[in-house]
């Protein structure tokens, strides 16, 4: 059974930090490439980040520079680094599986996700 269980998200002023992280299904994270998504209020969801199983990367133009991606494989979790965050960073943030790097997410189902806010 798929199962993603974000955590990790906060009020932050801009120009702070946080870190993500999201706890995978075994049995699809040692198949799949995973995804940071993020969802604002009015806009849809959108790809942040995403890495595969050989850690090979690939950011979002509006967060290339700030964010940073990684997994352990051996703890099924993956996570997003974010630093010099900014206000239009503001949303609902969630991880999902993927194909292949800037592929669409795997599967329909989505995890709570977890709220990042940017606000000083």
């Known amino acids: 059974q798929v199962q993603f269980v974000e955590s990790g998200g906060g009020l932050v002023q801009p120009g702070g930090s946080l870190r993500l992280s999201c706890a995978a299904s075994?049995?699809?994270?040692?198949?799949?490439?995973m995804g940071w998504f993020r969802q604002a209020p009015g806009k849809q969801r959108e790809l942040v980040a995403a890495?595969?199983?050989?850690?090979?990367?690939n950011y979002g133009d509006s967060v290339n520079g700030r964010f940073t991606i990684s997994r352990d494989n051996a703890k099924n979790t993956v996570y997003l680094q974010m630093n010099s965050l900014k206000p239009e960073d503001t949303a609902v943030y969630y991880c999902?599986?993927?194909?292949?790097?800037?592929?669409?997410?795997?599967?329909?189902?989505w995890g709570q996700g977890t709220q990042v806010t940017v606000s000083s």
């Open positions: 999902n599986a993927l194909r292949s790097l800037g592929d669409s997410p795997l599967y329909d189902y």
């Open positions: 075994g049995s699809i994270f040692s198949i799949y490439a």
């Open positions: 890495i595969t199983r050989f850690h090979s990367t």
